[in-house]
């Protein structure tokens, strides 16, 4: 079974930091890339990182620069680390693999942004 379980979310001032976690089970984590995406109230869900099993990060446009994404493999765990927020930055956070043509998501946590 493939559990995709996120924590860390929260309510921040802006410019203030927030780091998410997300711990997955061993048969979806183990050499697969590991992918943060985020929905707004009304919006669709976007992208926003991914990291591959080796480490290499990618960053969509808008938050590069302000959020890191990491992996401990050890722990079967990704994290967001998000800095300087804005309250654009505020959603629902998912964590997200895939592995075939599946894709698989976790329940998501909220990241509040005031202003």
């Known amino acids: 079974q493939v559990q995709l379980v996120e924590s860390g979310g929260g309510l921040v001032q802006a410019g203030g930091s927030l780091r998410l976690s997300c711990l997955a089970s061993?048969?979806?984590?183990?050499?697969?890339?590991m992918a943060w995406y985020r929905q707004a109230p009304g919006k669709q869900r976007d992208y926003v990182a991914f990291?591959?099993?080796?480490?290499?990060?990618n960053y969509a446009d808008s938050v590069k620069g302000r959020f890191t994404v990491s992996r401990d493999n050890a722990k079967n765990t990704v994290y967001l680390q998000m800095n300087s927020l804005r309250p654009e930055d505020t959603a629902v956070y998912y964590c997200?693999?895939?592995?075939?043509?599946?894709?698989?998501w976790g329940q998501g946590t909220q990241v509040t942004v005031s202003s």
């Open positions: 061993e048969n979806i984590f183990s050499g697969n890339v």
């Open positions: 990291i591959t099993s080796g480490g290499i990060a």
């Open positions: 997200s693999s895939a592995t075939g043509m599946t894709r698989y």
